[in-house]
């Protein structure tokens, strides 16, 4: 009885032995996957791009399969003082496009949507100008940017966002595709706006709400919303637009109809739940937002946008590595992953000439976390800041400087070499160079979309171009007067001559 008890105990003190070597191996483990980041590089070098950058905050969530392994806010979200933190909602810009492309897939998975059906299967009177071509576009087509919109069309979108979704997608019916449907990419934020209204029109029920109860509620994502408004605590982080290189807090307009292409609102701590979600194939927390199926088919290269990178539902894909960035006027984010990590940036600011910077802190947090790669500092953004506002002040002082001649007059006598020289220069100042600039305007975007992302800059070259062409009218009207009034006054020397020739007189 005795020798029982002593081997009962023996096994019993084992038990607890190879449980507590257990559970340290299982801290140990747990302490590799939350601790192997040398998180104060991470911070030296996301604070020294805040400061060199001049950005007044910014928030980053890195997840590495269903852990979040750092989350982090920095400087500040607004004008008075309050601290960025990785609970600050912060508006998405095109990023919401993934969500659109999740919830589309969720209908997929109830049999609601099949992707390969037209659009009009599900918006019976959806058309643009070309009866055939409205009826050839498909939800896959949407959602891979080949259904032939324009990104120009696209563009101009942002600013018509002060109606409803259903109102934007009616006033496309005059709309002419610029490529044939499904003939290939061009990024269109009217695409998803199109497909926000199908989520409507199949579930019958307002697209901001469907988000909330099927993507947001399920991933716990607690502050994120559809609608500024919903923001009762006003805890979204106020907005910043560069303006000549410094930066100033704006509010944005009304965007109701865009919110599925780019006005979701987030936070790093929510974007970090919707990240383990997808590294885990449509899982979190035991709960399953999508199926594994539909969850790869999202993310399966689809059409070309240049290289190696193809557009997948929502998202960019460049061999095992997915991403999207987000633009408003006034903020940027972004999200990356691969097989294994997730990382979220949200910036509450905006700088559309350095936008590429903004891109790379993102991919140098990925090479460090992924690859221990140093974080290496961008060069000065702000040169060519420098170079647009010497262009502008330039600019401004020779109209000013050519308006002073108008009003001044021309008191003396020109050499004809002078003329040939003013003409030239009128030729290409007055007409050439501006109708150049406004003509690079058209191309890009349209005037009201360049000067909502270029602020300031695109402002001051509109009115300085068109100054300059108004200027070069009526440089050209003098021109023409002055050529008018000196052949009549030639004309009237020569009768004058020839009535003295004929009196023989000499003058």
Avoid: C
């Amino acid at each position: 009885m005795k020798s029982l008890t002593v081997s009962k105990i023996g096994k019993l003190i084992l038990i607890i032995l190879l449980s507590f070597i257990s559970s340290l191996n299982e801290k140990a483990l747990a302490a590799e996957n939350h601790t192997n980041l040398d998180t104060s590089k991470i911070d030296e070098y996301i604070n020294k791009e805040l400061e060199k950058q001049h950005i007044p905050g910014a928030s980053i969530a890195i997840v590495k399969g269903d852990k979040v392994q750092y989350i982090k806010g920095y400087g500040i979200s607004g004008p008075n003082g309050t601290k960025m933190t990785p609970q600050t909602p912060v508006v998405l810009g095109s990023v919401s496009k993934s969500f659109t492309a999740l919830a589309i897939m969720q209908l997929v998975d109830q049999g609601m949507i099949q992707l390969d059906n037209p659009v009009q299967q599900y918006i019976p009177w959806f058309r643009v100008a070309d009866e055939e071509e409205s009826k050839e576009i498909t939800i896959r087509h949407l959602l891979n940017h080949t259904s032939g919109i324009s990104e120009y069309d696209g563009q101009r979108a942002i600013s018509e966002g002060d109606q409803s979704l259903k109102k934007l997608v009616e006033s496309l019916k005059g709309l002419h595709l610029e490529k044939g449907v499904g003939e290939s990419y061009q990024y269109s934020n009217l695409n998803y706006a199109i497909l926000g209204l199908v989520i409507e029109e199949v579930t019958k029920t307002p697209y901001d709400e469907y988000i909330k109860r099927n993507i947001y509620k399920p991933l716990h994502m607690v502050n994120s919303y559809t609608n500024p408004k919903e923001d009762k605590n006003n805890t979204i982080a106020t907005g910043y637009e560069t303006m000549f290189g410094f930066k100033r807090p704006t509010e944005q307009l009304n965007h109701e109809a865009n919110v599925p292409h780019g006005y979701l609102i987030s936070s790093a701590e929510d974007m970090a739940n919707y990240m383990i979600a997808i590294l885990n194939k449509g899982q979190f927390k035991g709960e399953r937002v999508l199926t594994k199926q539909s969850m790869e088919e999202m993310h399966q290269p689809s059409s070309l946008i240049k290289d190696h990178t193809y557009y997948a539902m929502g998202w960019e894909v460049d061999n095992d590595v997915i991403s999207h960035n987000g633009w408003t006027e006034n903020t940027y984010t972004r999200v990356l992953l691969d097989n294994e990590y997730g990382i979220t940036l949200l910036i509450n600011s905006f700088d559309y000439l350095n936008s590429n910077q903004y891109d790379q802190m993102v991919t140098n947090l990925y090479n460090f976390v992924k690859h221990n790669e140093p974080l290496k500092s961008e060069e000065n953004p702000f040169m060519i800041y420098i170079i647009f506002d010497l262009i502008i002040v330039v600019a401004i002082v020779f109209v000013a400087f050519s308006i002073y001649k108008i009003f001044k007059g021309q008191k003396r006598k020109v050499k004809p070499f002078r003329v040939i020289v003013n003409v030239v220069s009128l030729l290409v100042f007055n007409f050439l160079l501006p109708l150049l600039i406004l003509y690079e305007f058209t191309l890009v975007a349209p005037l009201s979309t360049v000067t909502l992302f270029v602020p300031g800059i695109g402002h001051a070259l509109f009115i300085i171009s068109l100054s300059l062409i108004i200027i070069g009218i009526i440089k050209i009207g003098r021109l023409i007067r002055i050529k008018l009034n000196t052949d009549k006054s030639s004309k009237e020397n020569r009768k004058v001559i020839e009535f003295d020739e004929t009196n023989h007189k000499i003058v």
